[in-house]
């Protein structure tokens, strides 16, 4: 089936977006890249110059498609991105559509998308899951959200860099699935450190422990994915505490904003932001164990 879409214009090309930009463009399309650093447009350039090109700035580029993306950090980028480009209405391409797949606030969500309908731009969320690695492999897991119709037009796109897309309803239901998905891995980050350090410094070879808990009841995604890292030493990020503690402060802002009490979730918060104030926001989630290291004095590395 030929595709409805040759040129996409991406706005974000930190960790998650040059992923994207890649896969966009191994996918046949036409990359118009945008990012505040010019070091980043010029990488990002560098990777496929035949099919991604450089656009200084980001309304010049409604000068050569109708359809945006967006991967940038937080909700007011977002909305810097949406007061910059979409300012002029008589130079916003027919039918537009605009694709925003950071991970923000669904409640920022919900009032970006009453601003497009009020200019007449299609709009659909799509945060997405998967890392690093999801980006580059075009694996990403793709959470969805907008009017039907809207999603199914552009699906097109989302089967160029994710493996599993999943529609989840209206505006802002994608970003409070994220939500969800960031806060239970935040969990169990905190929660497989704890016990962690407790094994570890009783004498129990971490690597054996993590073994055994592979194959029982303790699974999950950070023992799985995450504790390899951390036997290994290796806090290189894939995704960043800073990151994970903004994504985590997104569940306790959307918990207050319906006076839900989150016990758990707050504890969370707390240690992330400890985490931060140590040091260690620019190394990888799974560096929140160096918390337990520092309190219980055991190092969890596989032994030589």
Known sequence: MAKQFSKIGLIGLGVM???????LAKN???????DVF???IDRMVAADPEHIIGVKD???ILKETNVVITMVPNSPQVQEVIDKIFADESKIPADMIFIDMSSISP??????AKQMEA???TFVEGPVSGGQSGAMNGALTIMAAGKKEAFDRVHEIFEAVGKNIIYCGESGCGQAVKVANQLMSAVNLVGMSEAFEMITKYGVDPTIAMNVIKNGSGRCWAIEDRMPQILKGNFQPGFKIDLHTKDIKLATNMAESMNLPLPVTNLVAELFKTAQNKGYGKLDNCAIIKLYEDLGG???????
């Not at 409640?107 to 970006?112: E, G, K, L, M, N």
């Open 28 to 34: 046949g399309y036409t990359v118009y890249a945008n």
């Open 38 to 40: 010019q070091a980043s």
């Open 119 to 121: 200019k007449h731009i």
């Open 17 to 23: 977006g040059y992923g994207l930009g890649l896969n």
């Open 298 to 304: 055991a190092e969890v590395r596989a032994k030589e």
């Open 107 to 112: 409640v920022a969500t919900r009032d970006i």
């Open 58 to 60: 980001s309304c010049d």
